[in-house]
């Protein structure tokens, strides 16, 4: 019984729980995150970012325990999202709609692949270096190359592509397709996923706007998730609107949450 149980047992049972918990960092992250974002729009601030979020987490009181745990649940979170683009999970195909999606992987995999990076720097400058692991360094260095004008018009198309890809996926409640949940739990997954994949979306096209005019104008300026909520808290009512955001935010932290619990991975079709 013992030989049959061990033959049976293939990557795929280890992988599964490696890519809930990538689900569920990226939630810790974007809750974190919306706790930035709410509290800079009562003091009328900008919020942070995406490193703000890992930096809190990482030099947290907790930090010897969640920072290692942080870095292995964002690197089965890479890994998945590349199981998905390379062999097709989920079925996109290759027609180029479907093409452009798996490239979107790609892209979330690279981005998060950064943050793990991050987030390995900031960890190991606090634990095993004198420096004093600002991280500073590695983030600057790793996206020095996106002022470059031609670059950044690339990445406005791109950014442009994801934010309408997340809008029309809750619009047409496409992530239905990959959950597996209760009609009742079902319910407070739609609420979730459509706010919060709806505020992402908006974001992706604020920065590929900023991206767009950083490109246009050739002035080797950066556009990232900082860049974006400082252009939202200009706005008219950006107060309200900064913390709208925030609020999404907020909702796509408990979708991720639900995909770590709830969502298919069905890496048996890799």
Request: net charge neutral; proline share 2%.
């Amino acid at each position: 019984m013992a030989d049959t149980m061990t033959a049976d047992t293939t990557w795929h049972d280890w992988f599964k729980p490696f890519a809930r918990l990538g689900y569920g960092a990226r939630g810790l992250v974007y809750l974190v995150l919306a706790f930035f974002i709410v509290s800079a729009a009562l003091t009328t601030g900008s919020g942070g970012d995406s490193k703000d979020a890992i930096r809190f987490i990482t030099q947290s009181t907790a930090s010897a325990i969640m920072a290692p745990l942080l870095i292995v649940s964002l690197a089965g979170y890479c890994l998945w999202r590349l199981v998905q683009a390379v062999f097709d999970t989920d079925d996109h195909g290759i027609h180029p709609f479907g093409l452009a999606v798996r490239a979107g992987l790609i892209g979330s995999a690279a981005s998060y692949a950064f943050l793990m990076a991050y987030a390995f720097s900031l960890w190991w400058g606090g634990n095993f270096s004198s420096g004093g692991g600002s991280g500073g360094g590695f983030a600057e260095t790793a996206a020095s190359f996106i002022g470059a004008g031609p670059v950044s018009l690339a990445l406005s198309a791109i950014f442009a592509i994801v934010g309408g890809a997340h809008i029309w996926k809750a619009i047409s409640r496409k992530y239905r397709d990959h959950i597996k949940a209760s009609p009742m739990v079902g319910k407070w997954i739609d609420l979730a996923a459509i706010g919060g994949l709806c505020a992402r979306g908006v974001i992706f096209l604020v920065i590929a706007f900023l991206l767009l005019r950083h490109g246009l104008q050739a002035d080797g300026g950066r556009a990232g998730l900082g860049d974006a909520l400082d252009f939202i808290a200009g706005l008219p009512f950006g107060v309200w609107l900064l913390a709208a955001t925030g609020a999404g935010f907020f909702l796509f932290s408990v979708y991720s949450f639900a995909e770590a619990i709830w969502r298919r991975i069905n890496v048996e079709n890799a």
